[in-house]
Nanobody, 128 residues
Framework: QVQLVESGGGAVQAGGSLKLSCVAS????????MGWFRQAPGTERNFVGA????????YYTPSAKGRFTISRDNDKNTVYLQMDNLRWEDTAAYYC?????????????????????WGQGTPVTVTH
């Protein structure tokens, strides 16, 4: 049974930092592309960042570039999202996702279709 378990969410003041973690089990983590998405209340789930299965490529939504860093530790079956200089508009539930390695990931990383498994989410609240 595949499980993705996020942690590290919470409340933080604007300008602060949080580091999210997602531990995967039940799959070959080292062969999974990993992504982070977020969903604010009343909105659609949107892409935040992704990392290729070898960790050599990372991708970010424009608003996250320069503030967020995605990384992975294949020995620990864990993907991370370091979030710095948080803004009120970063408030959302954050979800990690796993998708089997594919040669066209470069063209699909920002879509839900690139991922097969999803976590339950961890909430992030940024206060003024």
């Amino acid at each position: 049974q595949v499980q993705l378990v996020e942690s590290g969410g919470g409340a933080v003041q604007a300008g602060g930092s949080l580091k999210l973690s997602c531990v995967a089990s039940g799959l070959a983590f080292g062969r999974q592309n990993m992504g982070w998405f977020r969903q604010a209340p009343g909105t659609e789930r949107n892409f935040v960042g992704a990392i290729s299965w070898r960790g050599g490529r990372t991708y970010y939504t424009p608003s996250a570039k320069g503030r967020f860093t995605i990384s992975r530790d294949n020995d620990k079956n864990t993907v991370y999202l370091q979030m710095d200089n948080l803004r009120w508009e970063d408030t959302a539930a954050y979800y990690c996702a796993a998708g089997a390695a594919r040669s066209d990931f470069n063209g699909y990383y920002y879509t839900s279709a690139a991922y097969d498994y999803w976590g339950q989410g961890t909430p992030v609240t940024v206060t003024h």
